[in-house]
């Protein structure tokens, strides 16, 4: 079994900061790309940042410049530090984690139970 357990969101005023750590746990072999999707009020989930196991990062264009991606390989961890919140960035935040639980497993996508963040205006 494997748990994606998202912290840090909260409530922030515009022009805050925000840092969301996502940890997995459980029987995991490898770990590919990690990344955030969030999901606003009326809104799809949308695709934020991703992380590869080598440190590429890849960021939708909404939050270039403001978020940062980043993850701890020894601890099977993903960060997304959140700068110059926006209102539009409110929305709850889910952890996403390509992985194979055993070293004869495909990949899959396993996903967090999602955290809020709102930001005020």
């Known amino acids: 079994q494997v748990r994606l357990v998202e912290s840090g969101g909260g409530l922030v005023q515009a022009g805050g900061s925000l840092r969301l750590s996502c940890a997995a746990s459980?029987?995991?072999?490898?770990?590919?790309?990690m990344g955030w999707s969030r999901q606003g009020p009326g809104n799809q989930r949308e695709l934020v940042a991703t992380?590869?196991?080598?440190?590429?990062?890849n960021y939708a264009d909404s939050v270039k410049g403001r978020f940062t991606i980043s993850r701890d390989n020894a601890k099977n961890t993903v960060y997304l530090q959140m700068s110059s919140l926006k209102p539009e960035d409110t929305a709850v935040y889910y952890c996403?984690?390509?992985?194979?639980?055993?070293?004869?497993?495909?990949?899959?996508?396993?996903w967090g139970q999602g955290t809020q963040v709102t930001v005020s205006s």
């Open positions: 459980g029987t995991i072999f490898n770990i590919n790309t």
């Open positions: 992380v590869t196991s080598g440190g590429s990062t």
């Open positions: 996403n984690a390509r992985l194979a639980r055993n070293w004869w497993d495909n990949v899959n996508d396993y």
